[in-house]
C-alpha cells in the first residue's frame, strides 16, 4: 500500500501563501487519484482539491481560485498551493490517494472508504 507523508504546515496570517507537499513511497501518477482534505475542529473532514493522472483537477468552491493543486510524477509528490488564506482554511489538512476510477463524483466518499491517507498537517490562517 502507498505511504503518504506530509510536508510540515504552518501558521500565517489572513491574506499569506503557504504550500503543503506529499511525498508518495511508490509511483502515484498512473494508478492514483491524489488529493486534499481538511478538517477543522468540530467539523467533518471534507474533500479541498483532486487531480488525476491527465493533470484534470477539481476544487472545492470554498478554495476555488486561491489554490492550485499540482503533482510532479518524478518525484511522486503532491502539492497544494494556498493563495489568499483566510482564518476559515485553518485545518488539519491530508493528503491522500485512492484508485483513479474513483477520481470523479465518488472522490471523496470513496477515499473515505478505501484510501491511503497521510498523518495530516495542520495549517493555522490568523486574522
Known amino acids: 500500500q502507498v505511504r503518504l507523508m506530509e510536508s510540515r504546515g504552518g501558521s500565517v496570517q489572513a491574506g499569506g501563501s503557504l504550500r503543503l507537499s506529499c511525498a508518495a513511497s511508490?509511483?502515484?501518477?498512473?494508478?492514483?487519484?491524489m488529493g486534499w482534505f481538511r478538517q477543522a475542529p468540530g467539523k467533518q473532514r471534507e474533500g479541498v482539491a483532486r487531480?488525476?493522472?491527465?493533470?484534470?483537477?477539481y476544487y472545492a468552491d470554498s478554495v476555488k481560485g486561491r489554490f492550485t493543486i499540482s503533482q510532479d510524477s518524478a518525484s511522486n509528490t503532491l502539492y497544494l498551493q494556498m493563495n489568499s488564506l483566510r482564518p476559515e482554511d485553518t485545518a488539519m489538512y491530508y493528503c491522500?490517494?485512492?484508485?483513479?476510477?474513483?477520481?470523479?463524483?465518488?472522490?471523496?466518499?470513496?477515499?473515505?472508504?478505501?484510501?491511503?491517507w497521510g498523518q495530516g498537517t495542520q495549517v493555522t490562517v490568523s486574522s
Open positions: 487531480i488525476n493522472n491527465g493533470g484534470n483537477t
Open positions: 491522500a490517494a485512492v484508485h483513479l476510477a474513483y477520481c470523479d463524483g465518488t472522490w471523496q466518499a470513496a477515499t473515505e472508504d478505501r484510501g491511503y
Open positions: 511508490e509511483y502515484t501518477y498512473s494508478r492514483y487519484c
